[in-house]
């Protein structure tokens, strides 16, 4: 599978406050997200995720190294609309990335911006409104609907661009579970039916549970990259880099060190509650014997 | 509290004035206060509320709406009905004539007049926003004003902030009313006190509010760049304005207005 986007040697500092020195987010990283991969990005808070998510399709530029989309390199100015139209981004606050009133009009905006001709902006609109299940609010008015609502019409917005990568920054952070499962199962949808290359970056490990790739971000750089299976295997690293591992693992985690044998990669609910179904099955035959 | 504000409000429906083109309605409008400034008698006028009447009841907009929205402007007509009233003199002898106070046959007539004017006036322009959606008319204003492009003009940029401002309004009203809430859980008090006491208690409640308003602004911004805005150039519209049949007879019906009037003013009638 080709990369649909590389950093190489990436390094990035804000610029500094007066009188201040610039501390660099990250330096040197090397990353390559695979076409049609669902990568998931975890941390602690202000490891730097959203500042990398940024790089990816140019709205913050390299301080050290290159980006490249598709094989653009991010800070070419005549590539950027190129770059911005292949990786779409979704924000946490949908409020703030609603600019029209209407929920259709909304969805149109890129589009708009792009100047695909109108026939072709409906067919979009109306495409990117199924896909995430709003068609019917489609007159509504944006600030009336709930947050799950509200940030599928930001993901239809970014749709309707067609991009071939959505990244998403922590996508379901201001909404309750069901908000938040709303969202999580389009954007799975996204994935699986379209091909479409996720990268998702949460605080939420169920989020991450079925994922392709996990990656662990902290104290500039990449601390753990993997599929899930591997790195929520890593408990110790995880814990001792404040972060939290799925409760499935930390349920078998826990009782592993408690002296039962149990794997730590039975990531689902149901893989979870066999391994530990077998578990107590083992344990009652050896005790009868 | 705070929620039940209504700028510019709009009735959805989808009546013959509904369904015309937003420029249409609104160089209408601008026909229609042509007429009314240059109604002279009874007779225009007469023509002129005709002419609402007529396009109130095809969209369908009851005029108990037309009338309630004119209430918070109801200070200023009386008070311009009451200057016609004191202060225009006529040449027949006055009607009351009591102390300083002399009230004139034409005074009564231009204080009738004047208020039968403001109040076509309003009505006319609530027609409008009662019948166009805010992006209809941003969309309206903008392609009528887009031949000021050439003087420089920043058209499309203004549309656009127009459009993000209602797109905003309700937001921003309801953390308005959250930062109240918050505040008054903390204490604030804002009911009691002079003028002066309550208007200090408003800062708490401006400051978070401008302090949000800008992170707001500045996310929205980085969004947009996200979403390919680079400027009017070469944007392209999801729906496209297009002036049918309908509109047509609409602006038939508004020459008509206004030939009417000017008819009726160069005869004098
Ligand atoms: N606009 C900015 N100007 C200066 N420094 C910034 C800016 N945005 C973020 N930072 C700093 O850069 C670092 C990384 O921030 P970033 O927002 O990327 O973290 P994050 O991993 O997304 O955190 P969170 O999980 O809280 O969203 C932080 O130390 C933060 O203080
Ligand atoms: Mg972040």
Same mark, same amino acid.
């Given at each position: 599978?080709?990369?649909?986007?590389?950093?190489?040697?990436?390094?990035?500092?804000?610029?500094?406050?007066?009188?201040?020195?610039?501390?660099?987010?990250?330096?040197?990283?090397?990353?390559?997200?695979?076409?049609?991969?669902?990568?998931?990005?975890?941390?602690?808070?202000?490891?730097?995720?959203?500042?990398?998510?940024?790089?990816?399709? %140019?709205?913050?530029?390299?301080?050290?190294?290159?980006?490249?989309?598709?094989?653009?390199?991010?800070?070419?100015?005549?590539?950027?609309?190129?770059?911005?139209?292949?990786?779409?981004?979704?924000?946490?606050?949908?409020?703030?990335?609603?600019?029209?009133?209407?929920?259709? &009009?909304?969805?149109?905006?890129?589009?708009?911006?792009?100047?695909?001709?109108?026939?072709?902006?409906?067919?979009?609109?109306?495409?990117?409104?199924?896909?995430?299940?709003?068609? &019917?609010?489609?007159?509504?008015?944006?600030?009336?609907?709930?947050?799950?609502?509200?940030?599928?019409?930001?993901?239809?917005?970014?749709?309707?661009?067609?991009?071939?990568?959505?990244?998403?920054?922590?996508?379901?952070?201001?909404?309750?579970?069901?908000?938040?499962?709303?969202?999580? !199962?389009?954007?799975?949808?996204?994935?699986?039916?379209?091909?479409?290359?996720?990268?998702?970056?949460?605080?939420?490990?169920?989020?991450?549970?079925?994922?392709?790739?996990?990656?662990?971000?902290?104290?500039?750089?990449?601390?753990?990259?993997?599929?899930?299976?591997?790195?929520?295997?890593?408990?110790?690293?995880?814990?001792?880099?404040?972060?939290?591992?799925?409760?499935?693992?930390?349920?078998?985690?826990?009782?592993?060190?408690?002296?039962?044998?149990?794997?730590?990669?039975?990531?689902?609910?149901?893989?979870?509650?066999?391994?530990?179904?077998?578990?107590?099955?083992?344990?009652?035959?050896?005790?009868?014997? | 509290?705070?929620?039940?504000?209504?700028?510019?409000?709009?009735?959805?429906?989808?009546?013959?004035?509904?369904?015309?083109?937003? !420029?249409?309605?609104?160089?209408?409008?601008?026909?229609?206060?042509?007429?009314?400034?240059?109604?002279?008698?009874?007779?225009?006028?007469?023509?002129?509320?005709?002419?609402?009447?007529?396009?109130?009841?095809?969209?369908?907009?009851?005029?108990?709406?037309?009338?309630?929205?004119?209430?918070?402007?109801?200070?200023?007509?009386?008070?311009?009905?009451?200057?016609?009233?004191?202060?225009?003199?006529?040449?027949?002898?006055?009607?009351?004539?009591?102390?300083?106070?002399?009230?004139?046959?034409?005074?009564?007539?231009?204080?009738?007049?004047?208020?039968?004017?403001?109040?076509?006036?309003?009505?006319?322009?609530?027609?409008?926003?009662?019948?166009?959606?805010?992006?209809?008319?941003?969309?309206?204003?903008?392609?009528?004003?887009?031949?000021?492009?050439?003087?420089?003009?920043?058209?499309?940029?203004?549309?656009?902030?127009?459009?993000?401002?209602?797109?905003?309004?309700?937001?921003?009203?309801?953390?308005?009313?959250?930062?109240?809430? %918050?505040?008054?859980?903390?204490?604030?008090?804002?009911?009691?006190?002079?003028?002066?006491?309550?208007?200090?208690?408003?800062?708490?409640?401006?400051?978070?509010?401008?302090?949000?308003?800008?992170?707001?602004?500045?996310?929205?911004?980085?969004?947009?760049?996200?979403?390919?805005?680079?400027?009017?150039?070469?944007?392209?519209?999801?729906?496209?304005?297009?002036?049918?049949?309908?509109?047509?007879?609409?602006?038939?019906?508004?020459?008509?207005?206004?030939?009417?009037?000017?008819?009726?003013?160069?005869?004098?009638?």
């Amino acid at each position: 599978m080709s990369n649909i986007i590389t950093a190489e040697n990436l390094s990035f500092a804000y610029p500094p406050q007066e009188g201040k020195l610039a501390i660099p987010v990250f330096e040197n990283l090397n990353l390559e997200i695979a076409e049609g991969s669902f990568t998931v990005v975890i941390g602690p808070n202000g490891c730097g995720k959203s500042t990398l998510a940024k790089q990816f399709n %140019a709205v913050l530029l390299p301080s050290g190294g290159k980006v490249y989309v598709l094989g653009n390199d991010t800070s070419n100015e005549q590539t950027l609309l190129e770059i911005r139209r292949t990786v779409g981004m979704v924000f946490q606050n949908p409020d703030n990335q609603i600019v029209s009133n209407v929920v259709e &009009e909304d969805v149109a905006f890129a589009p708009e911006n792009l100047g695909v001709p109108s026939a072709e902006i409906r067919k979009r609109v109306d495409d990117a409104l199924k896909t995430v299940g709003m068609y &019917e609010f489609r007159n509504h008015a944006p600030h009336l609907l709930s947050g799950g609502q509200k940030q599928r019409i930001a993901i239809a917005g970014v749709l309707a661009m067609q991009p071939r990568c959505i990244v998403l920054d922590e996508p379901t952070a201001m909404l309750d579970p069901r908000g938040r499962e709303e969202v999580i !199962r389009t954007i799975r949808t996204l994935n699986r039916a379209r091909g479409m290359t996720v990268v998702l970056i949460t605080h939420h490990m169920s989020e991450a549970i079925d994922a392709d790739r996990v990656l662990v971000f902290g104290n500039g750089g990449i601390l753990a990259d993997g599929s899930p299976r591997e790195v929520f295997t890593q408990v110790e690293l995880l814990r001792a880099a404040n972060i939290d591992v799925p409760q499935t693992t930390a349920l078998l985690y826990e009782l592993k060190r408690q002296g039962w044998d149990l794997p730590l990669d039975a990531l689902s609910t149901e893989e979870c509650a066999e391994a530990i179904a077998n578990a107590l099955l083992t344990q009652t035959e050896r005790s009868q014997k | 509290m705070l929620k039940d504000i209504t700028l510019g409000q709009y009735f959805p429906g989808n009546t013959l004035v509904h369904r015309l083109d937003p !420029r249409t309605k609104l160089i209408l409008v601008v026909v229609y206060i042509v007429a009314l400034f240059l109604a002279k008698s009874f007779l225009s006028y007469g023509l002129v509320l005709a002419f609402l009447v007529l396009a109130a009841s095809i969209s369908h907009i009851k005029p108990k709406a037309l009338l309630s929205g004119m209430k918070p402007l109801m200070i200023i007509i009386v008070f311009t009905g009451l200057l016609n009233i004191f202060y225009t003199t006529g040449d027949d002898a006055p009607i009351v004539n009591w102390w300083i106070i002399k009230i004139y046959k034409a005074g009564l007539i231009a204080a009738f007049f004047m208020i039968l004017r403001i109040m076509l006036l309003i009505s006319g322009t609530f027609l409008l926003t009662y019948t166009t959606s805010p992006i209809a008319l941003t969309d309206g204003l903008e392609a009528l004003m887009s031949p000021l492009k050439k003087i420089k003009v920043p058209v499309h940029e203004l549309a656009m902030m127009m459009c993000i401002a209602l797109r905003f309004i309700p937001t921003l009203i309801e953390e308005t009313d959250k930062i109240i809430s %918050a505040q008054k859980a903390r204490g604030a008090d804002f009911e009691t006190g002079n003028l002066f006491r309550r208007a200090k208690a408003l800062v708490p409640i401006l400051v978070p509010l401008f302090v949000s308003a800008f992170r707001r602004a500045d996310e929205l911004a980085t969004a947009m760049e996200c979403r390919c805005y680079h400027g009017g150039e070469g944007r392209t519209k999801l729906k496209v304005l297009k002036y049918g049949k309908d509109d047509a007879i609409a602006f038939l019906a508004g020459i008509l207005l206004l030939a009417g009037v000017i008819v009726l003013r160069t005869f004098g009638l």
